[in-house]
């Protein structure tokens, strides 16, 4: 009931947003709901104030208080420690104009399902970094993200009229830009020998992913050379005698290739293809390792919503990147 109060009043809370400067965005870009505008940082704001909520009414409207005052009393404070940008969770489709730019915001163009942009949005979690993101409808996209990206793919970033796309170099871009827990080896010899596991996932795990989605788990070749692609990376997890493949915590190859990994069990659902890792056991470790670290833990989607992309995605769905918002 009370957060059915809370998205009642999502539009007051986008306009507090506005003025406080944190999402310059005109009325029409915001979301229904307000969860939908939330970063995974307002989420924390939002769940540390929501026990103390309460509506009123006060000159006729609703109005979301605490016991210290006005929720938005609490967000400007919130948002000058931590400088939290809110974000366009709906995907912009044609037509729709580009939410103005603000000199000093890191933007990223993304979609909740894609996996290569997953792998910007872990580098960026991991490295702490605000930044907004604004979802792009893939089936219509806006006209001006060509202008973005000319190869019309997400993800690509842009801050103060620097562009950078594809996945892995937006990646190694932040990396090397924000340079605090860096990831990518410092070691030439052992970089190579990363670069070479995240050019092996991308030629043989990646593609076979998706056979075996197109074809409705049937592709029997596409499931055997994933499954020898699990052995693969249990193989080298083996020797190097490590928890993660970067060591003794994850590095740029982990949180390169887990956006697959973390799809992976979707896949369950068809009977040729076993997700039980029984086969893998370091692997299986890893992935349960991989779950706990804070960066894919506030970049992770459920199965379910996984799942649910995919169905839709493939069921020719008008838009399916908007699976799971109101
Ligand atoms: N090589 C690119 C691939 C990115 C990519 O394929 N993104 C997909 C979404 S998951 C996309 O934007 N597709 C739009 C299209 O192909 O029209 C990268 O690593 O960033």
Same mark, same amino acid.
């Given at each position: 009931?009370?957060?059915?109060?809370? /998205?009642?009043?999502?539009? @007051?809370? %986008?306009?507090?947003? +506005?003025?406080?400067?944190?999402?310059?965005?005109e009325s029409r870009y915001i979301a229904h709901s307000l969860f939908t505008l939330m970063t995974p940082r307002l989420h924390q704001w939002y769940s540390a104030l929501r026990s103390r909520l309460k509506v009123v009414l006060k000159s006729g409207a609703e109005q979301l208080t605490t016991d210290s005052g006005n929720i938005f009393q609490h967000l400007e404070p919130f948002l000058k420690a931590h400088g939290t940008m809110a974000l366009s969770a709906k995907v912009l489709s044609t037509g729709s104009p580009l939410p103005p730019i603000e000199k000093g915001v890191t933007r990223l163009y993304s979609m909740r399902f894609c996996p290569f942009a997953h792998r910007a949005r872990l580098v960026?979690?991991?490295?702490?970094? =605000?930044?907004?993101?604004?979802? +792009?409808?893939?089936?219509? /996209?806006?006209?001006?993200?060509? =202008? /973005?990206?000319?190869?019309?793919?997400?993800?690509?970033?842009?801050?103060?009229?620097? +562009?950078?796309?594809?996945?892995?170099?937006? %990646?190694e871009y932040l990396d090397s830009v924000y340079k605090k827990d860096p990831l990518v080896p410092e070691d030439p010899y052992c970089k190579a020998q990363d670069d070479m596991i995240i050019n092996y996932n991308g030629s043989k795990f990646v593609p076979n992913y998706y056979k075996i989605i197109n074809t409705k788990g049937e592709d029997k070749d596409a499931v055997d050379t994933m499954m020898k692609a699990l052995q693969k990376f249990e193989d080298v997890l083996t020797e190097r005698g490590s928890k993660f493949f970067g060591g003794d915590r994850p590095a740029f190859v982990d949180l390169m290739i887990w956006p697959w990994? @973390?799809?992976?069990?979707?896949?369950?659902?068809y009977p040729l293809v076993d997700t039980s890792m029984s086969k893998f056991p370091r692997l299986k470790e890893w992935q349960a390792?991989?779950?706990?670290?804070? %960066?894919? /833990? =506030?970049? %992770?989607?459920?199965?379910?919503?996984?799942?649910?992309?995919v169905v839709q995605w493939k069921g020719g769905d008008e838009n399916p990147f908007d699976v799971g918002l109101n």
């Open positions: 009931m009370l957060d059915q109060k809370v /998205k009642q009043t999502s539009r @007051e809370f %986008a306009k507090l947003l +506005i003025c406080t400067g944190s999402f310059v965005a960026l979690a991991h490295k702490n970094v =605000e930044y907004q993101t604004v979802n +792009i409808h893939l089936g219509k /996209k806006p006209e001006w993200f060509f =202008e /973005k990206n000319p190869n019309g793919e997400v993800p690509v970033l842009e801050k103060d009229g620097r +562009i950078v796309y594809d996945s892995l170099v937006v %990646a990994q @973390e799809r992976f069990s979707i896949l369950g659902k390792l991989m779950k706990e670290i804070p %960066a894919v /833990k =506030e970049c %992770a989607q459920t199965d379910e919503m996984h799942d649910k992309f």
